[in-house]
């Protein structure tokens, strides 16, 4: 049998279309229609007014924070229990991570933490992640931020299409970050993109991903700049996977009540919860593991589905816990350890076919019985 992915790239007919469509209109660079098509498309999926394609999420959070302000010697708060490109950004601009536990409700960015650290010292900006499709608790982190001067970024790397009382995901805070890589909801194979309803972000943020390049007829440069823009290519197959994103959506919430149906009454079994407010786009369907009751680990269950050739990955590993973060300030951090130790993400990929589900399930059961 085949092996079965965690979410692996969901790639037809309709993206192999345009993307030749792209391709005989000369346009093979990273500026063209395609592009400006794009940003318009990601700027209304967004509910913004701007959005800004780049050649990876990690580039779109980079850009946000200089877009911000931040400065070497800052303060940066950032949730605690995300992918590293979250924590990275911060140090790129030489600013210094101060890590927030997740809360139990949402696995995001707990608001009374966040809110103790604030009343601690200043910060530049927060960098609030929507984890694994679920927005945060915006209702109680947008006002506590604005309270204390602090800019919002949300990283919304894993969420496009989610949604938070109504508002779409990367509507929150000054910018937000889109991820396009290869596992996510929608993919150009890496890229990502900015998204933010302040124009002067926007063009700025623009000039600085084409490396800088002054307005001259020759190469003259004011400012240091990137090369962070995303291919006219790119772009195609990302404007062809962005018109299928509901189906992805309705697809990967389906995954995730097949798991809950059939895992939810397991004894010492968890999911990572839909939290009030929320509709979650379940990128990756979640559940915790707890060995005292179940009487097995979260790593048994992870190797037991590897035998059976299907991929499965613990939750990410805290920020606080890597050791390139060690010394850095956490504020709370046994939830998020807790949730790394015991946690796992099963596949969920929008190509995921009913029986492969149903081997993933089975093996579950398997390690559990």
Same mark, same amino acid.
């Given at each position: 049998?085949?092996?079965?992915? /965690?979410?692996?790239?969901?790639? %037809?007919?309709?993206?192999?279309?345009?993307?030749?469509?792209?391709?005989?209109?000369?346009?093979? &660079?990273?500026? !063209?229609?395609?592009?400006?098509?794009?940003?318009?498309?990601?700027?209304?999926?967004?509910?913004?007014?701007?959005?800004?394609? #780049?050649?990876? =999420?990690?580039?779109? #959070?980079?850009?946000?924070?200089?877009?911000?302000?931040?400065?070497? %010697?800052?303060?940066?708060?950032? +949730?605690?229990?995300?992918? &590293? *490109?979250?924590?990275?950004?911060?140090?790129?601009?030489?600013?210094?991570?101060?890590?927030?536990?997740?809360?139990?409700?949402?696995?995001?960015?707990?608001? @009374?933490?966040? &809110?103790?650290?604030?009343?601690?010292?200043?910060? &530049?900006?927060?960098?609030?992640?929507?984890?694994?499709?679920?927005? *945060? @608790?915006?209702?109680?982190?947008?006002?506590?931020?604005?309270?204390? !001067?602090?800019?919002?970024?949300?990283?919304?790397?894993?969420? /496009?299409?989610?949604?938070?009382?109504?508002?779409?995901? =990367?509507?929150?805070?000054?910018?937000?970050?889109?991820?396009?890589?290869?596992?996510?909801?929608?993919?150009? +194979?890496?890229?990502?993109?900015?998204?933010?309803?302040?124009?002067?972000?926007?063009?700025?943020?623009?000039?600085?991903?084409?490396?800088?390049?002054?307005?001259?007829?020759?190469?003259?440069?004011?400012?240091?700049?990137?090369?962070?823009?995303?291919?006219?290519?790119?772009?195609?197959?990302?404007? +062809?996977?962005?018109?299928?994103?509901?189906?992805?959506? $309705?697809?990967?919430?389906?995954?995730?009540?097949?798991?809950?149906?059939?895992?939810?009454?397991?004894? !010492?079994?968890?999911?990572?919860?839909? *939290?009030?407010?929320?509709?979650?786009?379940?990128?990756?369907?979640?559940?915790?593991?707890?060995?005292?009751?179940?009487?097995?680990?979260?790593?048994?269950?992870?190797?037991?589905? $590897?035998?059976?050739?299907?991929? +499965?990955?613990?939750?990410?590993?805290?920020?606080?816990?890597?050791?390139?973060?060690?010394?850095?300030?956490?504020?709370?951090?046994?939830?998020? *350890?807790?949730?790394?130790?015991? =946690?796992?993400?099963?596949?969920?990929?929008?190509?995921?076919?009913?029986?492969?589900? @149903?081997?993933?399930? =089975?093996?579950?059961?398997?390690?559990?019985?």
């Amino acid at each position: 049998m085949p092996r079965i992915y /965690l979410s692996p790239p969901d790639v %037809g007919p309709a993206e192999k279309e345009r993307l030749l469509a792209a391709l005989d209109s000369g346009w093979v &660079a990273p500026l !063209g229609p395609e592009v400006d098509a794009f940003e318009r498309a990601l700027a209304a999926v967004t509910g913004r007014s701007h959005g800004v394609a #780049l050649s990876s =999420g990690t580039a779109a #959070l980079h850009l946000a924070l200089i877009e911000a302000g931040v400065t070497p %010697g800052d303060r940066v708060l950032v +949730s605690d229990l995300t992918f &590293a *490109a979250s924590a990275n950004a911060v140090r790129y601009v030489g600013a210094e991570p101060v890590f927030v536990d997740a809360d139990t409700a949402s696995w995001n960015m707990d608001p @009374d933490l966040m &809110a103790e650290a604030l009343a601690e010292g200043r910060y &530049a900006a927060a960098l609030v992640v929507d984890l694994y499709g679920q927005c *945060a @608790d915006y209702d109680r982190i947008v006002p506590a931020l604005e309270a204390a !001067g602090v800019t919002l970024i949300e990283d919304a790397a894993e969420a /496009l299409g989610s949604t938070y009382r109504g508002r779409p995901a =990367g509507s929150f805070g000054a910018a937000a970050a889109l991820s396009f890589n290869g596992n996510k909801i929608i993919t150009t +194979s890496g890229g990502g993109a900015l998204v933010t309803d302040l124009e002067q972000w926007a063009s700025h943020a623009r000039f600085l991903a084409t490396q800088a390049r002054d307005p001259a007829p020759h190469y003259q440069h004011s400012e240091l700049g990137f090369n962070y823009r995303m291919s006219n290519l790119l772009a195609a197959l990302g404007r +062809s996977q962005l018109a299928d994103l509901d189906r992805r959506i $309705e697809v990967r919430r389906s995954h995730r009540a097949a798991y809950l149906d059939s895992l939810g009454s397991v004894e !010492g079994v968890e999911f990572m919860a839909e *939290a009030p407010g929320c509709r979650s786009i379940f990128w990756l369907t979640c559940i915790t593991i707890d060995p005292a009751v179940t009487g097995v680990d979260r790593e048994k269950v992870r190797l037991h589905l $590897e035998t059976m050739d299907i991929e +499965s990955r613990p939750v990410w590993k805290p920020m606080h816990l890597q050791p390139y973060y060690a010394g850095c300030r956490v504020v709370g951090g046994s939830v998020s *350890a807790r949730l790394f130790e015991q =946690g796992l993400c099963l596949p969920s990929g929008s190509s995921l076919s009913p029986s492969d589900r @149903d081997r993933v399930i =089975g093996g579950v059961l398997e390690t559990l019985a």
